[in-house]
T-cell receptor, first 115, second 115 residues
Framework: NAGVMQNPRHLVRRRGQEARLRCSPMKGHSHVYWYRQLPEEGLKFMVYLQKENIIDESGMPKERFSAEFPKEGPSILRIQQVVRGDSAAYFC?????????????FGEGSWLTVV | AQSVTQLDSQVPVFEEAPVELRCNYSSSVSVYLFWYVQYPNQGLQLLLKYLSGSTLVKGINGFEAEFNKSQTSFHLRKPSVHISDTAEYFCAVSDQQRTGNQFYFGTGTSLTVIP
């Protein structure tokens, strides 16, 4: 049973370009979460999605960031017009149920560097 | 709202010595508690979790943690560390009342085991 798969693992973008990060949850998991880890900081919640629905986006920056989890295919975190401050590790996690007692399983992360 | 404080950003310890990584949380509601470990350039792996029942929780790799409700703490301990325990450790809480798995993470403690 494959774990949470994220790609690309490393992505370099110039300021103003777009970054797309993909996440395939574990088999049987229908809930996806995105977190951002800035250097020397902990993980900050960004968004929680189910298939075709955004459940909680309270941690998403108001501009340039968007996320989706279509009926078919991976979840995508999209960052438009990237700036240096977007450089971070972006982690996706998934869980099988909505109960808050469930463990969430993390992917290995996508490291975005904006130059 | 919930918040998590990890009091020590860096903890150096000699091999085979005991270690305690501290975690305090604040919440107006009951929470579930978790410890995750992150090895360099990897995602987070669950070490252990407290949902209910016995306040002493045993996890993988010989780690354990004790939930103390009166002190709102969930400190992680290991009686004898190995070189391979060198990693970043994150404490997290999840709101029992809230549907969905929005986890709140501390800023992490970097454990370095010295040979």
């Amino acid at each position: 049973n494959a774990g949470v798969m994220q790609n690309p693992r490393h992505l370099v973008r110039r300021r103003g370009q777009e970054a797309r990060l993909r996440c395939s949850p574990m088999k049987g998991h229908s809930h996806v979460y995105w977190y951002r880890q800035l250097p020397e900081e902990g993980l900050k919640f960004m968004v929680y999605l189910q298939k075709e629905n955004i459940i909680d986006e309270s941690g998403m920056p108001k501009e340039r960031f968007s996320a989706e989890f279509p009926k078919e295919g991976p979840s995508i975190l999209r960052i438009q017009q990237v700036v240096r401050g977007d450089s971070a590790a972006y982690f996706c996690a998934s869980s099988p149920q909505r109960s808050s007692g469930n463990t969430i399983y993390f992917g290995e992360g996508s490291w975005l560097t904006v130059v | 709202a919930q918040s998590v404080t990890q009091l020590d950003s860096q903890v150096p310890v000699f091999e085979e010595a005991p270690v305690e990584l501290r975690c305090n949380y604040s919440s107006s509601v009951s929470v579930y508690l978790f410890w995750y470990v992150q090895y360099p350039n990897q995602g987070l792996q669950l070490l252990l979790k407290y949902l209910s029942g016995s306040t002493l929780v045993k996890g993988i790799n010989g780690f354990e943690a004790e939930f103390n409700k009166s002190q709102t703490s969930f400190h992680l301990r290991k009686p004898s560390v190995h070189i391979s325990d060198t990693a970043e450790y994150f404490c997290a809480v999840s709101d029992q009342q809230r549907t969905g798995n929005q986890f709140y993470f501390g800023t992490g403690t970097s454990l370095t085991v010295i040979p």
